[in-house]
């Protein structure tokens, strides 16, 4: 089982600091960790950082695992079209990332399989230049689950997708984690979202990890208010669950 924890992590773009003293505890596998804070604060980063794209102090350590850092998937915010490739070829493309050329039919299936659990079978032979928005993040979301990470970091992945696929593809993403003992952290805008999904919240803000742990502790009226400059009240729907309702920005 994989485990991975964080010892004051930093991160810098030339020689400009962006992210400092990050540690977390142990993440267990089969966990779902939301990863919140303002727009600039340092989400992207900690990934890129924990993905090591980006070099920076710390460590990052990672256990239970016999494919070291090539375990770990980043799925970025933007992403990026190549109008040449079809949704197909992009996506078996990333399968075989750092691997041999040789395509194995458990690779093929293990597309299909993919294609299929998103419901973007009907997308396999367009071009990626010719997608909606909501559907590159689907065949991006695609590209990153057929390379079967341990540790699956996932930035703002339903930021463009309708209130449907946004449910779906969260749902999914919490059973696949539970099912195959992943470790997923999520960037998420949608603090709903990570009182519905996510054990686990890691606040970032200015460059810092502000507050972390269970996430019904850490989403807190206080924490909107100090974070995020918001009046807001956690309230109790009528089927039990917490829910973030904002009054006004202070
Ligand atoms: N490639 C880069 N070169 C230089 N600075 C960068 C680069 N990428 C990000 N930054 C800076 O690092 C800081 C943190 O950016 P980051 O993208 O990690 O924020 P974020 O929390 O993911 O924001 P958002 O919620 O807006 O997506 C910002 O000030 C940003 O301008």
């Not at 458990?106 to 973007?120: G, N, Q, S, Y």
């Amino acid at each position: 089982m994989v485990a991975l924890a964080l010892q004051d992590v930093g991160a810098a773009y030339g020689r400009r600091t962006v992210l400092s003293s990050v540690s977390t505890d142990l993440l267990q596998s089969g966990s779902v960790t939301a990863v919140i804070g303002p727009n600039a604060a340092g989400k992207s980063t900690l990934f890129k950082r924990i993905a090591s794209l980006i070099p920076g102090p710390g460590l990052v350590e990672l256990s239970g695992t016999e494919r070291g850092p090539r375990t770990v998937c980043y799925m970025p915010q933007d992403t990026g079209a190549n109008a040449v490739l079809t949704v197909y070829e992009s996506i078996l493309l990333s399968a075989k990332q750092g691997g041999g050329w040789r395509v194995h039919d458990d690779e093929l299936a293990e597309i299909d399989a993919v294609l299929k659990a998103l419901r973007i079978e009907d997308l396999a032979f367009r071009e990626l230049g010719e997608l909606s928005g909501g559907q590159r993040q689907l065949v991006s979301l695609a590209q990153a689950l057929v390379r079967q990470p341990e540790v699956l970091l996932m930035d703002e992945p339903t930021s463009a997708l309708d209130l449907h696929r946004q449910v779906d593809v969260l749902t999914f993403i919490s059973d696949l984690a539970a099912r195959k003992g992943m470790i997923v952290l999520v960037a998420l805008h949608d603090l709903n979202h990570a009182l519905r999904y996510c054990q686990n919240t890691i606040v970032i803000a200015d460059g810092s990890m502000a507050i972390s742990g269970e996430t019904s502790a850490v989403i807190t009226a206080e924490m909107l208010r100090d974070i995020y400059k918001v009046a807001a009240r956690i309230e109790t729907c009528s089927q039990g669950r917490a829910l973030v309702i904002v009054d006004n920005a202070i």
